[in-house]
T-cell receptor, first 116, second 108 residues
């Protein structure tokens, strides 16, 4: 069964350092999402791509976060500089039909970030 | 900020019992989805119910939707230890957001 791949699974960094997360969606899925999930809470959408274009990045802290999906396939989320409050699980998801948030999303295993 | 509220926040039951968790939301919706998350893992889609549907079944899962009350419930029947996880509703309308989650523990 096809899965969403994410790497790394765990990342420990010091504040003010740069970190990057990678996501490879299920083949053929046009829509890709990045979420942040703080422990004990539900995921919060950071950015949504349709192919290579950003559809929604209204909740992305643009002063320090950036996301790209250059060829409309895999995607990278970067944080620079990292802050203590960025410690969270970063989840990537994809969906197939191009109807965005109205459809079923398939999630990767996530990257657990700890900022010291 | 999250606009979906789930209750209870935590639920502990014996294996074989039924588990019910509720989701309330504030906006109009196109559909409402339920997801499961095992500890430290990604989310797995369970079921989607559209705004014109009132009830939907999938195996041991039953979901109801009351758009007049802006609420949904997820019932897991004959629970198993493997059902231990966090359960999130996700509201899809003009906005999309996850609820706060219910942590379910099924005791063998």
């Amino acid at each position: 069964e096809a899965e969403v791949a994410q790497s790394p699974r765990y990342k420990i960094t010091e504040k003010s350092q740069a970190v990057a997360f990678w996501c490879d969606p299920i083949s053929g899925h046009a829509t890709l999402y990045w979420y942040r999930q703080i422990l004990g809470q539900g995921p919060e959408l950071l950015v949504q791509f349709q192919d290579e274009s950003v559809v929604d990045d209204s909740q992305l802290p643009k002063d320090r976060f950036s996301a790209e999906r250059l060829k409309g396939v895999d995607s990278t989320l970067k944080i620079q500089p990292a802050e203590l409050g960025d410690s969270a699980m970063y989840l990537c998801a994809s969906s197939q039909m191009g109807q965005g948030l109205q459809e079923t999303q398939y999630f990767g295993p996530g990257t657990r970030l700890l900022v010291l | 900020s999250q606009q979906g509220e789930e209750d209870p926040q935590a639920l502990s039951i014996q294996e074989g019992e039924n588990a019910t968790m509720n989701c309330s939301y504030k906006t109009s919706i196109n559909n409402l989805q339920w997801y499961r998350q095992n500890s430290g893992r990604g989310l797995v889609h369970l079921i989607l119910i559209r705004s014109n549907e009132r009830e939907k079944h999938s195996g041991r899962l039953r979901v109801t939707l009351d758009t007049s009350k802006k609420s949904s419930s997820l019932l897991i029947t004959a629970s198993r230890a493997a059902d231990t996880a966090s359960y999130f509703c996700a509201v899809a309308g003009n906005q999309f957001y996850f609820g706060t989650g219910t942590s379910l523990t099924v005791i063998p």
